[in-house]
């Protein structure tokens, strides 16, 4: 893979795209596969030495400072730094490929899109153009860019925590054991909150391609549809006495003007967005929370153990660094089912585009 292959020639395999899967990992599975395979190995190499700094801090610690040996330091700061350079081109290679499939995708789903739309009849073609700017601008970037990291992605964050888990279970079971306490139930917390955020983002993305009607004057009689996307009740316990503290949105009546409409969407919007956010603040307030609750008893039972003489200094600071180190690819799944979540979304409502617009006239 050439620096002008990335930089010039999207993925094709010889032909456009003529439909789109049915489900969101169907269309990731059909999109480049060789390319996929090459990244997924790529990132089992990266997931699979991600043990190594772990038992060199150990080894530095342990053998080479207690022991004041000078030659065995350098040897292993030596290593330890090729670790680090081979990691750094792994990762380059890994994410730069990972990246060309997903712009890849994201040039095919637009030019597929744009063929499909030129397809329909011209006045329904001119109703839907403010939501085509949304779709083919916006949507199909998030669906696209995840395509490149649908497989590899997870891989390379589950790898890293198989390996580096692994060490510990073998090195210290017991500070392993006890720490995992405050590591499983992050994994459990994490659909609770998204499935929430799932309904508030389809209701955005929905009221979003009405705001983009509204703004390019299109007369499509589906955007009075964003009535009910705007609705907050069912999307978090206590919503509706939050939202009923709002001004009331107007219903549909004679006399009302394009900005009124607009200004109405746009609160709509507001309210929709802001709700989002706070889900998710407290999504990642929790989950920072159990990750320095993890880090605290790598401290104390290892502290603990030190004293009592059943472990040494090494395996402490060799664990600190995998901990924090664990929370890096935690942090990266819980990025990567949001952005899963949210391209499953998006590719349904993209599916079905622009035949949407159709029906809505």
């Not at 009302?256 to 802001?274: K, P, V, W, Y």
Request: charge should be negative.
């Amino acid at each position: 893979m050439t620096l002008r292959v990335v930089l010039d020639h999207a993925w094709s395999a010889g032909h456009e795209l003529r439909r789109l899967p049915g489900t969101l990992y169907g269309f990731v599975i059909s999109f480049a596969p060789g390319h996929q395979v090459v990244v997924c190995l790529l990132s089992l190499a990266v997931a699979g030495l991600a043990f190594v700094p772990l038992e060199l801090q150990r080894r530095i610690v342990n053998t080479a400072i207690e022991a004041e040996d000078l030659s065995l330091l350098f040897w292993l700061a030596g290593f330890y730094g090729i670790y680090m350079l081979a990691n750094a081109l792994l990762k380059v290679t890994a994410n730069s490929w990972r990246d060309w499939i997903g712009q890849s995708a994201v040039f095919q789903l637009r030019r597929h899109l744009i063929s499909r739309r030129e397809g329909i009849p011209d006045e329904d073609r001119e109703a839907g153009n403010g939501r085509a700017v949304t779709v083919i601008d916006k949507e199909v970037d998030v669906v696209g860019l995840f395509v490149g990291a649908a497989l590899s992605e997870p891989i390379t964050s589950l790898g890293i925590m198989a390996s580096m888990l692994a060490y510990m279970l073998v090195v210290e079971p017991v500070i392993t054991v006890i720490s995992l306490a405050f590591l499983v139930p992050q994994v459990a917390l994490v659909p609770i909150f998204q499935n929430r955020l799932n309904l508030l983002l389809q209701r955005r993305i929905s009221m979003l391609r009405a705001l983009g009607d509204e703004v390019a004057g299109s007369e499509s009689n589906g955007n009075g549809d964003w009535r009910s996307d705007a609705d907050l009740t069912d999307a978090i316990p206590g919503a509706s006495s939050a939202a009923s503290t709002l001004p009331e949105l107007k219903g549909e009546g004679a006399g009302r003007d394009s900005s009124g409409l607009t200004d109405e969407l746009l609160t709509a919007i507001f309210r929709n967005r802001m709700l989002f956010l706070v889900i998710k603040h407290l999504m990642r307030a929790a989950l920072n929370l159990l990750s320095h609750l993890a880090t605290l008893s790598v401290l104390t039972v290892g502290g603990y153990l030190v004293i009592q003489g059943e472990t040494n200094v090494g395996v402490v600071v060799a664990f600190l660094t995998g901990f924090e180190r664990l929370g890096e690819p935690i942090r990266d799944m819980v990025l990567f089912y949001r952005q899963m979540e949210q391209s499953r979304v998006q590719y349904g409502l993209i599916r079905t585009w622009p035949e949407s617009v159709v029906e809505s006239q």
